[in-house]
Each structure stands twice: as structure tokens, then as C-alpha cells.
């Protein structure tokens, strides 16, 4: 059974710092993984999807990288922003074609 | 472009009482379709999929069902709603690719009292 799991739970940082969150999964046969963003009470809006024959995408200030071999995905944030302060879930498909929730790591990002 | 709608935003009900939220997409066919639960301090649960009409995939058991009535739409339904019910329903769709990228509606807060 594929096991996402997303640390650290919760991280602070100052305003200006690159965030570094990590995501590993147990069963490398993904065929992609894909990172959100929740804010409060919402939703969940898609920032990066990554196909297993990738090994990092990128849009704007977000990179994250994909080492299928090793079951880990790492979602970089460059020069964080109080907007940035969210919860941000990796998901990966797995051979059967769901996805496989982590459970999330809060990000507050401090003025 | 593709939009999701998902409503209501907000319901509070009373034990016992039924339940039904909605989930509509547009601007695409054929989508796979997922109904998703969020409960306070868990990550977000699997509860009903869909690949087309009257398709319908359970993953847990439990007090709920789904049903598509239509290719764009997703029903989410209870006859009678239990305390344990209250929580954050999430609706997505997926092109129908194991490799598509997953949406997501604004969520529904249900509160059972």
C-alpha cells in the first residue's frame, strides 16, 4: 500500500527565506506527483504536477524536484512571501491510478 | 477553460436528516470525477470516484453513496447523516489519464448536529 508522508508538520519562517518542503512515498511505481496549496477553509489549488519520466518542474518562484527512485519529492519556494502562508499537500497516483494524499505541512511565513 | 462548482459552501444539519452536495464541471467531457473527505487534523480521505455515468467506486464503507446522473455532474448523498459526518467535502476531477492533473472544487463544510 503506497504511504505519503510530508515533513516537517508545520514550519515558520521569516519573510525572505527560501521554504523547503519535503514529501516521500513508499512504492516508487507513480506515474506522477503532484503538490498543492490550501488555504484555510478552502479548497485546494494545484501548483505543480510532475510525471514520473520528469525530474522537476517549475513555475515561477516554485520548483520540485522528483527522485522516483528514492520515493522523494522536494517542493522549493524561493524568497517567501506572508501570501505564501498556506498548507501544502503532495499527492502521488499510484499504480492504480488514485492518489495517495500526505497529510500536509503548514507554512506561516512571518512579516 | 474548466471551472468546478461545488455547493452548498456551508451546511449545518441535524442528526439523522439527509444530505445532498453538488459537484458540476465545465469545459471538458468525460472527466474522472472524485468525491474527497477532509476531516479536522487528517489528511484528505477518498470516499467516491467515478469514471463515467453511473460509474461509481466506494473506498470506504460508510454512511454515504454517490451516484452521476450526468457526465459533468457528482452527487454526494445520505439518507439519514450520522455526528461522525461533519467535515470538509471536496470535490475534483481529472482528465481521464491516469496521468492528469487533479482539480479541486471549493469544498463544502458540513456540520452535523
Known amino acids: 500500500k503506497q504511504e505519503v508522508t510530508q515533513i516537517p508538520a508545520a514550519l515558520s519562517v521569516p519573510e525572505g527565506e527560501n521554504l523547503v518542503l519535503n514529501c516521500s512515498f513508499t512504492?516508487?511505481?507513480?506515474?506522477?506527483l503532484q503538490w498543492f496549496r490550501q488555504d484555510p477553509g478552502k479548497g485546494l489549488t494545484s501548483l505543480l504536477l510532475?510525471?514520473?519520466?520528469?525530474r522537476e518542474q517549475t513555475s515561477g518562484r516554485l520548483n520540485a524536484s522528483l527522485d522516483k527512485s528514492s520515493g522523494r519529492s522536494t517542493l522549493y519556494i524561493a524568497a517567501s512571501q506572508p501570501g505564501d502562508s498556506a498548507t501544502y499537500l503532495c499527492?502521488?497516483?499510484?499504480?492504480?491510478?488514485?492518489?495517495?494524499f500526505g497529510a500536509g505541512t503548514q507554512v506561516v511565513v512571518t512579516p | 477553460s474548466q471551472t468546478i462548482h461545488q455547493w452548498p459552501a456551508t451546511l449545518v444539519q441535524p442528526v439523522g436528516s439527509p444530505l445532498s452536495l453538488e459537484c458540476t464541471v465545465e469545459?471538458?467531457?468525460?472527466?474522472?470525477l472524485y468525491w474527497y473527505r477532509q476531516a479536522a487534523g487528517r489528511g484528505l480521505q477518498l470516499l467516491f470516484y467515478?469514471?463515467?455515468?453511473?460509474?461509481i467506486s466506494s473506498e470506504v464503507p460508510q454512511n454515504l453513496s454517490a451516484s452521476r446522473p450526468q457526465d459533468r455532474q457528482f452527487i454526494l448523498s445520505s439518507k439519514k447523516l450520522l455526528l461522525s459526518d461533519s467535515g470538509f467535502y471536496l470535490c475534483?476531477?481529472?482528465?481521464?489519464?491516469?496521468?492528469?492533473?487533479?482539480?479541486f472544487g471549493e469544498g463544502s463544510r458540513l456540520t452535523v448536529l
Open positions: 469545459g471538458t467531457s468525460n472527466p474522472n
Open positions: 475534483a476531477w481529472a482528465s481521464g489519464t491516469k496521468t492528469g492533473e487533479l482539480f
Open positions: 499527492a502521488v497516483t499510484d499504480s492504480w491510478g488514485k492518489l495517495q
Open positions: 512504492d516508487s511505481a507513480i506515474y506522477n
Open positions: 467515478s469514471v463515467g455515468i453511473g460509474q
Open positions: 510532475i510525471q514520473s519520466s520528469q
